[in-house]
C-alpha cells in the first residue's frame, strides 16, 4: 500500500537543530518532497531528493534518505521561530496516467525562544 | 493575479446546501487537484485533473465534484454539504521542476465549516 507516517510534533529550542522522520512504504516513490506550511497559508515546496541518493543539503537544511528502510529526515540547522511551521513529508510514485504524490499527515514544529 | 487564488477565503453553510469552491491558477499548469486537511489526516486528495477536459478521482471523492474547463479554472462543488466535509480545502497545480520532478504550487486555502 502507499503510506507516508510522521510524528505529529517537535518541540525545540531556538538555536538548536530541529530532526523531523518520516517512513514511507511504496518502494517504487522516484522522489520525495518536504513542504512547509506557515499558519493560515497553503503548502511551498522547501526541497526533494531523487530516490537514488541518500543525502541532499541545501543551506540549514539537510535531508537524509535511506532507502533500505524507507526513512526520510529532514534536519533544519540553527532553528529559528520563524522555522514554525508544519512540515510534509510527501513522496512521487508513479500511476497510471503519469504520477501521484502521497503526503504525510505533517509534523508541528514549536521552536522556543 | 500570481500563483492560485481560492475564493471565498472561509464559508460557513448550512447542511443540503450546495456549494462552489473556486480555483484559478495563471501559471498555465496542466494538472490540478484538490484536497482536504483535516487535524491527524494531513492532506487527503479528493480529485485531479490531468489536463483540461479530464479528472480523475483521488482518495477521497465522494460528495464532491469538478469540472475542468479551461488550463485555469478547476472548481470543486459539493452538491449536498454534510458535517464531515467541515474542513480546509486546498487547490494545487504542478508544474515540472527538472526531469520527472514536480512540484506542487498551493492556493492559500477556503475554510469550510458545515453545520
Known amino acids: 500500500g502507499e503510506d507516508v507516517e510522521q510524528s505529529l510534533f517537535l518541540s525545540v529550542r531556538e538555536g538548536d537543530s530541529s530532526v523531523i522522520n518520516c517512513t514511507y512504504t511504496d518502494s517504487s516513490s522516484t522522489y520525495l518532497y518536504w513542504y512547509k506550511q506557515e499558519p493560515g497559508a497553503g503548502l511551498q515546496l522547501l526541497t526533494y531528493i531523487f530516490s537514488n541518493m541518500d543525502m541532499k543539503q541545501d543551506q540549514r537544511l539537510t535531508v537524509l534518505l535511506n532507502k533500505k528502510d524507507k526513512h526520510l529526515s529532514l534536519r533544519i540547522a540553527d532553528t529559528q521561530t520563524g522555522d514554525s511551521a508544519i512540515y510534509f513529508c510527501?513522496?512521487?510514485?508513479?500511476?497510471?496516467?503519469?504520477?501521484?504524490?502521497?503526503f504525510g499527515a505533517g509534523t508541528r514544529l514549536f521552536v522556543k525562544a | 493575479i500570481a500563483g492560485i487564488t481560492q475564493a471565498p477565503t472561509s464559508q460557513i453553510l448550512a447542511a443540503g446546501r450546495r456549494m462552489t469552491l473556486r480555483c484559478t491558477q495563471d501559471m498555465r499548469h496542466n494538472a490540478m487537484y484538490w484536497y482536504r486537511q483535516d487535524l491527524g489526516l494531513g492532506l487527503r486528495l479528493i480529485h485531479y485533473?490531468?489536463?483540461?477536459?479530464?479528472?480523475g478521482k483521488g482518495e477521497v471523492p465522494d460528495g464532491y465534484s469538478v469540472s475542468r474547463a479551461n488550463t485555469d479554472d478547476f472548481p470543486l462543488t459539493l452538491a449536498s454539504a454534510v458535517p464531515s466535509q467541515t474542513s480546509v480545502y486546498f487547490c494545487a497545480s504542478s508544474a515540472r521542476l527538472a526531469g520527472a520532478v514536480s512540484t506542487q504550487y498551493f492556493g492559500p486555502g477556503t475554510r469550510l465549516t458545515v453545520l
Open positions: 485533473s490531468n489536463t483540461a477536459g479530464t479528472t
Open positions: 510527501a513522496e512521487s510514485i508513479q500511476n497510471t496516467g503519469g504520477f501521484k504524490t502521497i
